[in-house]
């Protein structure tokens, strides 16, 4: 587990790589896409189980070496993201994965909040390089992605008391994935809100909803990164 710095279009970006023992390795990778927070311990250590777990993960510092505890803060950053910088930064990390030794084939995406709908949006800009995206609880208003392009399959997972990605914004992902030919797999907890998965956040934590999200998201890639 390291942090590591990797080519972008010319440039280079931070992130942090975490990859499994020899004798564990499956040969998949797994991009990891943070919260509005920034490279947070939290993301290192969602990286870290997917390592655990046989994958090499890797999660791009996409706010370039920013990150807060504070939720003002972290909305101006949040808000602050330039999205063409971003599909670059993304294209990046898959490029960066795919490079890795012990990576064969398509990669995951995974995100969290912001990073899932990154998640998404990285399955439309690189869908010949993204074998299966998993969404939690993606949410950014100037990131738009384009479901036509999108190629592989999906797992949305969501909270029903989620303030921001409420049961009818997850109705109407869905609607517009499926309308546009595009496959998606999706689950409602009904005990969650926004951010449950994240353990680092008491307030926000909902530990049987994570434990089963955490689960579908083990089955949902081992099932399409094969």
């Not at 997917?50 to 999660?59: P, T």
């Not at 909040?113 to 950014?140: I, K, R």
């Not at 100037?142 to 969501?158: A, E, I, M, T």
Request: one cysteine or more; charged letters at 20%.
């Amino acid at each position: 587990m390291s942090d590591i710095e990797f080519k972008v279009n010319g440039s280079t970006l931070n992130g942090y790589l975490a990859a499994p023992a020899p004798n564990n390795a499956n040969g998949n990778g797994v991009v990891v896409l943070q919260e509005w927070w920034g490279l947070v311990p939290h993301i290192k250590d969602v990286a870290d189980r997917f390592a655990a777990q046989g994958y090499v993960a890797l999660a791009p510092d996409l706010f370039r070496g920013k990150s807060t505890t504070s939720p003002d803060e972290a909305g101006r950053l949040f808000m602050a993201l330039e999205i063409d910088q971003a599909e670059t930064d993304l294209r990046g990390a898959i490029a960066a994965l795919r490079e890795h030794g012990g990576v064969t084939g398509k990669v995951g995406v995974v995100g969290y909040c912001m990073g899932g709908q990154l998640a998404l949006f990285a399955a439309t800009t690189s869908a010949s390089e993204v074998g299966a995206a998993v969404d939690y609880y993606g949410v950014h208003p100037n990131v738009k992605p384009d479901f036509s392009k999108l190629q592989c399959p999906v797992l949305g997972l969501f909270g029903e008391h989620d303030d921001f990605v409420n049961p009818e914004v997850v109705g109407k992902l869905v609607a517009d994935i499926e309308a546009a030919g595009g496959s998606i797999e999706h689950h409602i907890y009904g005990d969650a809100g926004h951010a449950f998965f994240n353990d680092a956040r008491p307030d926000a934590y909902h530990a049987p909803s994570a434990a089963d999200a955490w689960k579908r998201t083990l089955d949902f890639f081992n099932q399409h990164l094969q």
